[in-house]
């Protein structure tokens, strides 16, 4: 009996055999729905069988949990750019406020669906880079305006950066540093719903060195690895 029901389908080595999007969703940890996501965006080769379901070759769990990390830009990049913003003196703040906020907004979309692979450590050094620009940016634009102020955000009090830093997720790294990024998280979450601009600027500064440290660590284990 076989996993799928198009007789044109081919059979796989048995070195490689089907994964239902269950199994693979299991395996890494996610739910079906992420996984589907992921053939979607082509990030994940499938092969359908009938109308609604997909398969996917167990080789394409060992190299989404193997493949190197493709950051768009190197750490090392990321950090040199957040430390020449900070000193960086810009005339329009206004712009500068909406662009930081543009890139936090886009640190999170590359972290809420993304697949279990090497990338993690670059994902989660982009979050805290994007962290640290926003609180900057807050600061100057309350410099440059003093009629500028933090409008709450509803519902962010008990919110999740994104599905794979969520607590209890399969996120690799130091327990006790996880636990100062939750807290970070926490605080972050209730400073957004608040109406204290210094309770956010200051969260978003703590969240983005809880994050760095957690990068920075998982980088070195990688480095003693190879």
């Known amino acids: 009996m076989t996993l799928f029901s198009n007789p044109d389908m081919p059979s796989p080595p048995l070195d490689d055999p089907w994964l239902t999007v269950a199994e693979f969703a299991d395996a890494t940890r996610v739910k079906p729905v992420t996984v589907r996501s992921w053939i979607a965006k082509g990030q994940l080769k499938a092969t359908r069988s009938g109308r609604r379901k997909w398969l996917i070759r167990r080789s394409e769990l060992d190299r989404m949990l193997h493949e190197e990390p493709t950051y768009e830009r190197s750490p090392e990049e990321w950090d040199a750019m957040y430390e020449d913003y900070l000193v960086y003196e810009r005339a329009d703040s206004e712009n500068e406020y909406h662009e930081a906020g543009h890139r936090w907004d886009l640190a999170l979309e590359r972290s809420a ?56 997720g399969n996120r690799p790294g130091p327990r006790d540093a996880w636990e100062r990024f939750d807290r970070t998280v926490a605080r972050l979450g209730k400073a957004m719903e608040g109406g204290w601009l210094s309770a956010v600027t200051g969260a978003l500064s703590d969240l983005a060195d809880a994050a760095r440290d957690i990068s920075d660590t998982l980088d070195e284990q990688a480095d003693q690895e190879r």
Do not use: C, H, N
């Not at 926003?134 to 305006?145: G, N």
């Open 113 to 168: 669906m993304a697949p279990p692979d090497a990338g993690f450590p670059g994902r989660l050094r982009q979050i805290a880079s994007a962290a640290g620009w926003w609180s900057a940016a807050l600061k100057r634009r309350a410099a440059a305006d003093p009629e500028f102020s933090w409008k709450p955000v509803s519902g962010s009090a008990g919110m999740t950066l994104s599905y794979e830093l969520r607590p209890g």
